[in-house]
């Protein structure tokens, strides 16, 4: 594993920096990004691989759960010389754009070679980007990032920008505050094939009726947000009634939650569409002896729930709920409403993973004669590289690995 370096010793020094060329520039701003704007942790499902040079490789380090990284993070020191390292290049990197537009300088009189002048601009906007983020959110505990999925033909294409705050205190409950990998995995897979999730089939239905969509845990609303810019941008849904209700438990989950959604949906947008997605308090453990809000009042076509399940009392909890929320079969159902899980496979919560198949059952195991029953009905394993492609061979190619379950009702006799 490599051995990692602060900002002082890592970056060009700053009365040096015009003399580095563009790759040791971009070099060093990689670098910061990795520090300060880290992608999430085993949110890239294995694909196709692409080749990486050993130069791009030794670029980057993604290791978060390092500690000597989180060291290098939240120390103020190293965080107020990367603000100064960034605000001098820029500086300089203006003063070349400057030049190089004056017709008085010929080229050779800058003392900085061609091809740093060709990326002056990318390198500003790089710079400028990560001045914000050491200076701004991120020097508070913050991180912001952008998320884009695209569906597999190239069609379809969501964004959104989502804020992570800091735990609460180092309390466990608020976990959510930050994006985890298995929402980037389940916002993805949703985009990628809707029709996968119900969502497709749905617009064959009646016109009457509204697609009624539920998320638990929803934590940063990656998910939520994903689901309702994707119906957005589906024609068949444009005079279709849709209602989306990201919950959550946790007091400063839930604030974040209603953030980011209102930073990701106009109110405009929210009067005049028939499009809607809600915010709500919901506390599983006493979902079944507390009356329920309107927005929980109805039946939902589909639930999502993603790394959800980390106490053993979870997966029952979730089960009692899904009974009061999961629409039941009818002959008017037009795709059959499910809740789709997908949770990673932590050694240290193997206990908690396992819970998930001890208490919903597989469709096989459910008796022929009794009643209609929430049950397992199908069940897929997904395989992420940890920290991204970048750091194959430096130690830290080990994997994550997810389950995705399909949940729904089931009865022999129907």
């Given at each position: 594993?490599?051995?990692?370096?602060?900002?002082?010793?890592?970056?060009?020094?700053?009365?040096?920096i015009a003399s580095f060329s563009v790759?040791?520039?971009?070099?060093?701003?990689?670098?910061?990004?990795?520090?300060?704007?880290?992608?999430?942790?085993?949110?890239?499902?294995?694909?196709?691989?692409?080749?990486?040079?050993?130069?791009?490789?030794?670029?980057?380090?993604?290791?978060?759960?390092?500690?000597?990284?989180?060291?290098?993070?939240?120390?103020?020191?190293?965080?107020?010389?990367?603000?100064?390292?960034?605000?001098?290049?820029?500086?300089?990197?203006?003063?070349?754009?400057?030049?190089?537009?004056?017709?008085?300088?010929?080229?050779?009189?800058?003392?900085?070679?061609?091809?740093?002048?060709?990326?002056?601009?990318?390198?500003?906007?790089?710079?400028?980007?990560?001045?914000?983020?050491?200076?701004?959110?991120?020097?508070?505990?913050?991180?912001?990032?952008?998320?884009?999925?695209?569906?597999?033909?190239?069609?379809?294409?969501?964004?959104?920008?989502?804020?992570?705050?800091?735990?609460?205190?180092?309390?466990?409950?608020?976990?959510?505050?930050?994006?985890?990998?298995?929402?980037?995995?389940?916002?993805e897979m949703i985009v990628e094939d809707?029709?996968?999730?119900?969502?497709?089939?749905?617009?064959?239905?009646?016109?009457?009726?509204?697609?009624?969509?539920?998320?638990?845990?929803?934590?940063?609303?990656?998910?939520?947000?994903?689901?309702?810019?994707?119906?957005?941008?589906?024609?068949?849904?444009?005079?279709?009634?849709?209602?989306?209700?990201?919950?959550?438990?946790?007091?400063?989950?839930?604030?974040?939650?209603?953030?980011?959604?209102?930073?990701?949906?106009?109110?405009?947008?929210?009067?005049?569409?028939?499009?809607?997605?809600?915010?709500?308090?919901?506390?599983?453990?006493?979902?079944?002896?507390?009356?329920?809000?309107?927005?929980?009042?109805?039946?939902?076509?589909?639930?999502?729930?993603?790394?959800?399940?980390?106490?053993?009392?979870?997966a029952v909890w979730i089960r009692d709920?899904?009974?009061?929320?999961?629409?039941?079969?009818?002959?008017?159902?037009?795709?059959?409403?499910?809740?789709?899980?997908?949770?990673?496979?932590?050694?240290?919560?193997?206990?908690?993973?396992?819970?998930?198949?001890?208490?919903?059952?597989?469709?096989?195991?459910?008796?022929?004669?009794?009643?209609?029953?929430?049950?397992?009905?199908?069940?897929?394993?997904?395989?992420?590289?940890?920290?991204?492609?970048?750091?194959?061979?430096?130690?830290?190619?080990?994997?994550?690995?997810?389950?995705?379950?399909?949940?729904?009702?089931?009865?022999?006799?129907?």
């Amino acid at each position: 594993m490599s051995v990692l370096c602060p900002p002082t010793t890592y970056l060009p020094p700053i009365a040096k920096i015009a003399s580095f060329s563009v790759t040791q520039l971009l070099d060093a701003l990689t670098y910061l990004q990795s520090l300060y704007h880290p992608e999430v942790r085993g949110s890239r499902r294995k694909r196709v691989q692409v080749p990486v040079s050993n130069e791009e490789k030794n670029s980057h380090l993604r290791h978060e759960d390092d500690s000597e990284l989180q060291a290098i993070r939240s120390d103020a020191f190293e965080r107020s010389y990367s603000i100064r390292w960034l605000t001098t290049l820029i500086a300089q990197l203006e003063v070349w754009q400057d030049l190089s537009h004056s017709e008085e300088v010929l080229l050779d009189d800058l003392g900085t070679p061609e091809p740093t002048l060709a990326y002056t601009e990318i390198l500003v906007q790089q710079a400028a980007s990560l001045l914000a983020i050491c200076a701004g959110v991120a020097a508070a505990g913050m991180i912001t990032r952008n998320f884009v999925f695209g569906s597999i033909d190239g069609q379809r294409r969501v964004e959104a920008q989502l804020t992570d705050i800091p735990l609460d205190n180092d309390d466990y409950g608020s976990v959510g505050a930050q994006t985890w990998g298995g929402a980037c995995v389940l916002a993805e897979m949703i985009v990628e094939d809707p029709e996968r999730f119900g969502l497709g089939s749905f617009s064959h239905g009646p016109e009457s009726r509204r697609l009624n969509v539920l998320e638990l845990g929803a934590g940063t609303g990656l998910v939520s947000l994903a689901v309702m810019k994707l119906l957005d941008s589906l024609p068949f849904f444009n005079h279709r009634e849709v209602h989306v209700v990201a919950t959550d438990f946790h007091p400063s989950v839930l604030a974040n939650l209603r953030s980011n959604v209102d930073a990701n949906v106009s109110t405009h947008n929210q009067i005049t569409s028939t499009h809607s997605i809600t915010t709500h308090f919901l506390d599983w453990s006493s979902f079944s002896t507390t009356p329920r809000p309107d927005c929980l009042s109805y039946p939902f076509d589909v639930v999502l729930g993603a790394d959800i399940i980390y106490e053993a009392q979870h997966a029952v909890w979730i089960r009692d709920c899904l009974k009061g929320l999961v629409r039941r079969p009818s002959d008017s159902t037009v795709s059959p409403a499910a809740f789709h899980l997908v949770i990673p496979l932590r050694p240290t919560h193997a206990f908690e993973s396992n819970t998930v198949e001890s208490v919903f059952l597989k469709a096989c195991d459910v008796d022929p004669n009794g009643d209609a029953d929430l049950v397992i009905l199908s069940k897929e394993y997904i395989t992420c590289d940890a920290y991204g492609d970048y750091t194959r061979g430096q130690g830290l190619d080990e994997d994550v690995e997810y389950v995705y379950y399909k949940i729904g009702w089931f009865n022999a006799r129907l």
